[in-house]
């Protein structure tokens, strides 16, 4: 059964760069999209973007200019760097792997709250 | 650019049938497939309809998705509702290859 963990500082400051880790255990990284969706307090979910593991990426063109989604696969984890972060950044940000057209597996999601 | 739009909230009670409505603007909703997700409080959503009506594994039938062309719409329906149903839930679907969602549906079972 994959399990997925997010990891990573839950304060960044304004202008900073935000980073956060997730790690997948329990299964393949294999043939899987991973994915960072995040959720602002209280408000719906945005797609943030994917890396196949082909190390391939694809971002959410609002947040394109500022995002970068990497794969490291001798550790089975992936990561998130979104730079130049503002309060609009503030949000539990969930990691996810799709085998198709779903996601089958969810992390249980960290707030990452942006203040000075 | 394609968006999909969810009444904001909706209640009923144990035991009836709700349909939540997911519709789209912007272009067709039979273009790309339409999943759903259901999203407790405090917890991570899962995937309770895929590919317009199919269910995951572990899904139970009282949830049931389709699609109206004619409306441009998805819908998610649950019959015989608990009040473990109640919990957000979300359409998804793409825009040009890129993920979008639906605003969501705060469901109350009551």
């Known amino acids: 059964q994959v399990q997925l963990q997010e990891s990573g500082p839950g304060l960044v400051k304004p202008s900073e760069t935000l980073s956060l880790t997730c790690t997948v255990s329990?299964?393949?990284?294999?043939?899987?999209?991973w994915n960072w969706i995040r959720q602002p307090p209280g408000k719906g979910l945005e797609w943030i973007g994917y890396?196949?593991?082909?190390?391939?990426?694809k971002y959410n063109p609002s947040l394109k200019s500022r995002v970068t989604i990497s794969l490291d696969t001798s550790n089975k984890q992936f990561s998130l760097k979104m730079t130049s972060v503002t309060a609009a950044d503030t949000a539990v940000y969930f990691c996810?792997?799709?085998?198709?057209?779903?996601?089958?597996?969810w992390g249980r999601g960290t707030l990452v709250t942006v203040s000075s | 650019n394609f968006m999909l739009t969810q009444p904001h909230s909706m209640s009923e009670s144990p035991g009836k049938t709700v349909t939540i409505s997911c519709t789209g603007s912007?272009?067709?909703?039979?273009?790309?497939?339409v999943q759903w997700y259901q999203q407790r409080p405090g917890s991570a959503p899962t995937t309770v309809i895929y590919?317009?009506?199919?269910?995951p594994s572990g899904v139970p039938d009282r949830f049931s998705g389709s699609i109206d062309t004619s409306s441009n719409s998805a819908s998610l329906t649950i019959s015989g509702l608990k009040t473990d149903d109640e919990a957000d839930y979300y359409c998804?679907?793409?825009?040009?290859?890129?993920?979008?969602f639906g605003g969501g549906t705060k469901l109350t079972v009551l």
């Open positions: 996810a792997g799709s085998l198709t057209n779903y996601y089958d597996y």
């Open positions: 329990g299964g393949s990284i294999n043939s899987v999209y």
């Open positions: 890396v196949s593991d082909s190390g391939s990426a």
């Open positions: 912007g272009g067709s909703i039979a273009s790309n497939y």
């Open positions: 590919d317009y009506h199919q269910r």
């Open positions: 998804q679907s793409y825009d040009n290859t890129f993920v979008i």
